[in-house]
């Protein structure tokens, strides 16, 4: 359990995963869990949601990634309307493909320090942004939701440097149960680790029946 100011930040060494895990256990294992400040000083690549029951995207499971655990892809679209951000997870029982769109309305480019309410799913029209995020096979029809996208820094030839934004996703209809979720994306950060606040380290040991 993280300790007031912390967050759990998902498995590392031979524990993969999220917040659930699963692990081999056909010799002796190590595994680590990650704990990181709620708030960080420093860019950092960091993805959380929360899904309330009911909810079909995320099955009312709250889902944490991070380098340790996933791959990213960050890209903004030539017309720089549209972010698409696709992160893969490293589980040894499955991999999790979710992908996470934030679209501006038509012929706007997508600002920092801006927030989009009324987003719906594709196909996007000219007066409203657009967000979806979809994965694992499953996907929305349609969507209500907002996002704030707090910081978009691009560098040469618009490659995406550093994004930080929350998001509210109803899945079908707006009184439909949310995910709620936050999303921190740095290049070239990387999170800083201390000693007994960011790390729990165990041993996982083969028994025999």
């Known amino acids: 359990i993280p300790d007031a100011g912390y967050l759990f930040g998902g498995w590392?060494?031979?524990?993969?995963?999220a917040a659930a895990t699963s692990v081999r256990l056909n010799m002796r294992k190590h595994c680590a869990a990650v704990?990181?400040?709620?708030?960080s000083t420093t860019p950092r690549t960091l993805l959380t949601w929360a899904s309330s029951a009911g909810d079909y995207i995320g099955q009312g499971r709250s889902e944490t990634y991070a380098p340790w655990n996933s791959r990213w892809a960050v890209v903004l679209e030539p017309t720089g309307?549209?972010?698409?951000?696709v992160v893969t997870s490293l589980d040894d029982a499955q991999v999790s493909r979710w992908n996470l769109w934030f679209q501006a309305p038509n012929g706007q480019l997508l600002q920092g320090g801006t927030n989009y309410t009324g987003a719906i799913r594709a196909p996007f029209n000219t007066?409203?942004?657009?967000?979806?995020?979809?994965?694992?096979?499953?996907g929305c029809n349609q969507v209500v939701g907002e996002f704030n996208l707090r910081e978009l820094r691009l560098g040469p030839g618009d490659v995406v440097e550093r994004v930080s934004l929350d998001f509210t996703h109803h899945c079908e209809l707006g009184a439909a149960p949310p995910l709620t979720g936050s999303l921190e994306y740095s290049r070239t950060g990387l999170p800083t680790m201390a000693l007994d606040k960011t790390w729990l380290s165990g041993e996982l040991l083969t028994r025999s029946a």
Do not use: A, K
């Open 81 to 85: 309307q549209r972010l698409e951000i």
């Open 12 to 17: 590392t060494e031979d524990c993969h995963g």
């Open 35 to 39: 704990f990181l400040p709620t708030i």
């Open 127 to 138: 007066t409203t942004p657009g967000l979806s995020v979809f994965g694992n096979g499953r």
